[in-house]
């Protein structure tokens, strides 16, 4: 089976593009974890924005070496494609964004029989959180689970994503908002969430 973990980095909303793409690929059969992870080149950022996250057109322009999302566009689609699981922190933000940049009008971005899981809403009955109104659970904040759920803490974090993004400098502070930390971290939310017997090996809930 392979599994695929994606975080989006934005330059905002409306309309926004997607500015960084990290993916985490995991074949259980072959037993291989490989990171992946792309800046991208953009037109422009809020300054609101870029308070937020840190990234500014010329930080963007040379992380990326000048290359825009378009120029990756066959082979971030083939790991979508390829993937039995995908697996993100919101399916809903990530496709919105995937589709205006990347798909042709009526293009679909999953394949038939293809699960994609909301990491946030699948912990959602596992933490119990309840909403305002007590109409079920609330979704809750991938940090929570790392850190409430879980017990792990940004060390545990810096430590593995180092491991799968070799490259990354954990050692200085973050000036901007890199999404191979949270790529990891869904990676941890999953790996752990199945060990830990809240998750089949496929992601459904376990009711306890």
């Given amino acids: 089976m392979k599994m695929l973990f994606v975080s989006i980095?934005?330059?905002g909303?409306?309309?926004?593009?997607?500015?960084?793409?990290?993916c985490i690929t995991v074949d259980t059969t072959l037993k291989q974890i490989i990171g992946h992870n792309k800046f991208f080149q953009v037109?422009?950022?809020?300054?609101?924005?870029?308070?937020?996250?840190?990234?500014?057109?010329?930080?963007?322009?040379?992380?990326?070496?000048g290359r825009k999302i378009s120029s990756?566009?066959?082979?971030?689609?083939?790991?979508?494609?390829?993937?039995?699981?995908?697996i993100t922190q919101d399916v809903d933000f990530l496709v919105k964004f995937i589709k205006k940049e990347l798909l042709?009008?009526?293009?679909?971005?999953?394949?038939?029989?293809q699960k994609y899981v909301s990491v946030v809403k699948i912990y959602?009955?596992?933490m119990k959180k309840k909403t305002v109104a007590d109409m079920g659970y609330s979704y809750v904040k991938l940090t929570d689970i790392i850190t409430k759920?879980?017990?792990f803490n940004g060390r545990n974090v810096k430590a593995l994503t180092k491991r799968?993004?070799?490259?990354?400098n954990t050692d200085t502070k973050e000036t901007f908002s890199d999404s191979r930390y949270k790529a990891a971290s869904l990676y941890l939310a999953i790996r752990e969430g199945v060990k830990r017997g809240y998750f089949t090996k496929d992601l459904k809930v376990v009711n306890k």
């Fill in 149 to 151: 759920c879980l017990g």
């Fill in 72 to 86: 990756f566009k066959k082979g971030i689609l083939k790991c979508f494609k390829e993937a039995d699981i995908i």
């Fill in 104 to 113: 042709a009008p009526g293009e679909a971005l999953f394949k038939e029989n």
């Fill in 13 to 22: 909303l409306k309309p926004g593009e997607i500015c960084q793409l990290s």
């Fill in 43 to 65: 037109n422009e950022i809020p300054d609101e924005t870029s308070k937020i996250n840190g990234y500014t057109v010329d930080l963007l322009s040379k992380l990326s070496e």
């Fill in 164 to 168: 799968i993004y070799p490259d990354i």
């Fill in 124 to 126: 959602a009955p596992i």
């Fill in 9 to 11: 980095e934005t330059t």
